[in-house]
């Protein structure tokens, strides 16, 4: 038998993800802003998957203020930006929200070892 860690990043968590970042996408919909409710429903997702993923830190102080940074500069993108209603489809923005997680994910376990976190497992 092997000794596995539990992954925070299941089916169910991935699900919440997706319903949060489906909701936030319908509601720049309903207020006429599609452009900005795609970059809206991948940052969310981006932010949360990161979030999940190193969950292990939740009990330090920096983790929360690492994720409060992350939120602020993605609202910072969705609002500051001025994006085009040129309809592009939302699988464009894919490979950057990807490429968002994996550098947060990234400065999350990089601070954790700078800073000598405590992993809850």
């Given amino acids: ?25 319908f509601i720049f919909v309903y207020a006429g802003e599609v452009e900005r409710g795609k970059i809206a429903a991948f940052s969310m997702a981006a932010v949360l998957a990161s979030m999940r993923i190193s969950w292990d830190y939740r ?3 920096i983790f929360w203020l690492l994720a409060s940074i992350f939120f602020a500069l993605h609202v910072a993108l969705i609002f500051l930006i001025s994006w ?5 489809p939302a699988m464009i ?29």
């Fill in 1 to 25: 038998m092997t000794d596995q860690s539990p992954s925070y990043l299941t089916r169910s968590a991935g699900l919440v993800v997706g319903l949060i970042a489906a909701a936030t996408f």
């Fill in 84 to 88: 085009n209603p040129e309809r592009n």
């Fill in 59 to 61: 009990h330090e102080k």
């Fill in 93 to 121: 923005f894919a490979p950057f929200a990807i490429a968002d997680i994996f550098l947060e994910v990234f400065l999350y376990e990089f601070s954790a070892k700078k800073l000598g976190w405590q992993s809850v497992r």
